[in-house]
């Protein structure tokens, strides 16, 4: 069977035509350079539209200039799992039922990517998750008919960043896939815009510079509550063995930005590796 939405219209529009509107209004209105148009990977936010829409529009808006994106075979989504539910690492092998149709589940690469020690087809981590849900939306605006592997880590240790990277790597080359990675991930929540922009800037230093371990390291010693560190460490995992020299902040803001309220705030990162 395949898996039905979790969060449409909670997180985001129930209605195609709205969603379309919506969607497409983000990433029109993102400014990125053609700096990025050569990115391997990518981070985009998961909150509800109203508040990180506008931040996944860098990210889509920067995968839409992607001058390889007409040769990319599959989409690997990981998203931090928020439910406690499944494996270490739940590997979906559903076709995804979204409000504007089916996005495809590359069944051969998920099921190569679930051999791998600590991870398994599961489909319980992924029925109310919303962190991959959310990007959907995004990825179905700038390619009409994605495949996806759509991976939920549990577990976000630093050894299974490197075991899942590992995973995917060798997964794709092995049956010939040419993939992207999009790691889901908020920043810091429920400080003050002032705290949480410690200590996510000190972490996103670390991106930028294409250190992934030492990115890892930094959000575990500041506490930083970024939920979807481990897949974005994958993420520039990823990016770092196929090539790619630094991560580029696109955009980061907060919940404050549209609340108003700077006291305890969730912040959005937009992020290329290139």
Not at 91 to 100: C, E, K, L, T, V
Not at 167 to 189: E, F, P, T
Request: contains cysteine.
């Amino acid at each position: 069977m395949n898996r039905s939405p979790a969060v449409a219209g909670i997180f985001y529009p129930k209605n195609k035509d709205v969603l379309k509107r919506d969607v497409g209004r983000f990433i029109s209105e993102a400014k990125v350079s053609d700096e990025v148009s050569s990115a391997v990977s990518y981070v985009a936010p998961h909150a509800g539209y109203k508040y990180s829409g506008a931040v996944a529009g860098f990210t889509y808006k920067a995968l839409g200039m992607n001058g390889a994106l007409g040769r990319v075979d599959t989409f690997v989504i990981i998203g931090p799992n928020h439910t406690g539910m499944g494996y270490p690492v739940s590997i979906s092998g559903a076709d995804w039922d979204m409000p504007f149709g089916i996005v495809k589940n590359d069944i051969e690469l998920s099921g190569e990517i679930a051999s791998h020690d600590g991870m398994a087809i599961d489909e319980d981590a992924h029925t109310m998750e919303h962190s991959i849900e959310v990007q959907l939306p995004f990825l179905h605006e700038v390619v009409s008919s994605p495949q996806c592997c759509f991976i939920c880590m549990g577990d976000q240790s630093i050894e299974y960043c490197r075991m899942l990277e590992s995973a995917i790597s060798k997964s794709a080359k092995r049956i010939g896939r040419r993939i992207i990675i999009i790691a889901s991930s908020d920043m810091n929540h429920y400080e003050s815009a002032e705290e949480a922009r410690k200590k996510d800037l000190a972490a996103l230093d670390e991106i930028a510079a294409l250190r992934p371990e030492k990115f890892h390291e930094s959000i575990i010693k500041s506490g930083d509550s970024a939920c979807g560190f481990g897949p974005i460490t994958v993420s520039a995992m990823f990016a770092k063995v196929n090539g790619a020299k630094s991560g580029r902040v696109l955009k980061y803001s907060n919940s404050g930005d549209i609340t108003g309220d700077y006291e305890s705030v969730v912040a959005y990162p937009s992020i290329a590796f290139v």
